[in-house]
């Protein structure tokens, strides 16, 4: 029985006596798609860490040119100055009550002497 000889389209055949034998052609053209589509990927990364930037950019100037104008800059620190001294001012109330004797004595426990 002849058997056929066993191909293979990518890489190489086998001949009639079943050594192998390389197509360096399709070895070539196979080896050029692969470095064709290498480069296109590596294009679209490029292209993706750009858009990337170019919105990262944008997000950082947007809050960057709202803190630019002093006006702002001003009220900012205003506001967060101010809500620190109300708050030190809550705690530092709320302290003097609960050190007061008006406190100690509303919530004193009255012990009744025992003979």
Do not use: R
């Amino acid at each position: 029985m002849n058997k056929q000889p066993i191909t293979s389209v990518e890489i190489g055949y086998h001949n009639m006596y079943g050594e192998h034998e390389i197509n360096q052609d399709n070895i070539t053209k196979k080896n050029q798609k692969t470095m064709d589509s290498k480069e296109q990927s590596n294009e679209n990364l490029k292209e993706n860490k750009d858009k990337t930037k170019l919105q990262n950019q944008k997000k950082q100037n947007s809050i960057t040119v709202f803190f630019q104008n002093y006006y702002i800059q001003i009220i900012c620190l205003v506001v967060i100055f101010t809500l620190s001294i109300l708050l030190h001012l809550f705690f530092y109330i709320k302290n003097k009550y609960y050190a007061s004797e008006n406190y100690n004595k509303k919530n004193s426990i009255i012990y009744l002497p025992t003979k």
